[in-house]
């Protein structure tokens, strides 16, 4: 009779001799995935202390920036509504938006525990669009003038994110003995952290003139035929410590093979969006996302050998 020989490295473990092998479920593990992810985060006015000259129209309730009356030389005609801060203004809605999601991980199982997988991973989320018109709104309290408050909108933008992510996470599948079973669906949790890049393109408008009338901005965009400031595209990088979980279940196609499908949550302290200047030496926040998650849905395989 005539049987195929097997070389070493087809079984796992270590051969102790006596065609027996001693395995402790050390494997080597390597994945990929993709899928989507929807991002969240609490958008929060950054502007900082910036106050803005308000008028009154005549014979109307109507508030106007200076910047506005200043086009046409017109303030002194106008009765000054009071100064505010347009810090003070909230963000008209918050960030919520999908994307697609991507990524890869090596690792190891834990000798004589199986159980626990040890990877170090990689995680991009593609571009997502943040956009606003107007960016702030709300009741704006004035001061040194004849209103005491008034309804201001500031600001127009178009946006849009991307984040990368680098992890370290422990995974926990839950099965018995060394060896993962094949055609079984096996439960898993993962908890991790990593360190995150969060690039933000932001092209900033100012439809309203108060922002683009203000000295402070001048550097970060070139002046109109009104010496008002037409901002540059701005891109800017906000470095984070990340905080990763997730839930999933994955499937032995084989020994050695294995569909995985998992969610992963991915938490972000603060991603800022900033003016930035030609020279790149100089930047100013316009806002930021506070308390950011991507939840990230994603189909893979995993091997692990």
Not at 79 to 85: D, H, K, S
Request: aromatic letters at 14%; charged letters at 20%.
């Amino acid at each position: 009779m005539t049987v195929p020989a097997h070389a070493d490295w087809q079984y796992p473990g270590t051969y102790v001799g006596d065609g027996w092998y001693d395995d402790d479920g050390t494997r080597f593990v390597i994945s990929a995935r993709g899928g989507a992810s929807f991002g969240m985060g609490k958008i929060e006015n950054g502007l900082g202390a910036v106050s803005i000259g308000y008028y009154l129209l005549p014979d109307s309730d109507q508030i106007i920036p200076w910047g506005q009356c200043a086009i046409t030389n017109s303030c002194d005609d106008l009765t000054f509504a009071g100064y505010g801060e347009i810090a003070k203004l909230p963000a008209t809605k918050d960030y919520e938006s999908f994307s697609f999601a991507a990524g890869a991980s090596i690792g190891w199982t834990i000798p004589n525990r199986p159980q626990w997988r040890i990877e170090a991973g990689w995680d991009h989320i593609a571009e997502s669009e943040y956009n606003s018109s107007p960016m702030f709104k709300g009741d704006l309290s004035l001061v040194g003038g004849a209103v005491d408050s008034a309804p201001i909108e500031s600001a127009s933008v178009n946006s849009e994110i991307s984040t990368d992510v680098i992890s370290v996470m422990a995974f926990y599948d839950f099965f018995t003995g060394i060896q993962k079973p094949s055609r079984s669906v096996i439960p898993y949790i993962g908890i991790g952290v990593g360190y995150a890049d969060t690039t933000a393109i932001l092209n900033l408008y100012d439809p309203y003139g108060d922002i683009s009338a203000q000295q402070e901005f001048s550097q970060y965009g070139e002046p109109d035929d009104y010496n008002l400031t037409q901002f540059y595209r701005s891109e800017y990088t906000t470095p984070n410590v990340a905080g990763l979980l997730s839930l999933g279940l994955s499937y032995g196609i084989t020994e050695t093979l294995f569909l995985d499908f998992g969610v992963r949550g991915i938490y972000l302290p603060r991603v800022k969006w900033e003016l930035v200047n030609t020279e790149q030496d100089r930047h100013r926040e316009v806002f930021s996302a506070e308390n950011m998650i991507y939840i990230n849905a994603m189909l893979g395989i995993r091997f692990e050998f």
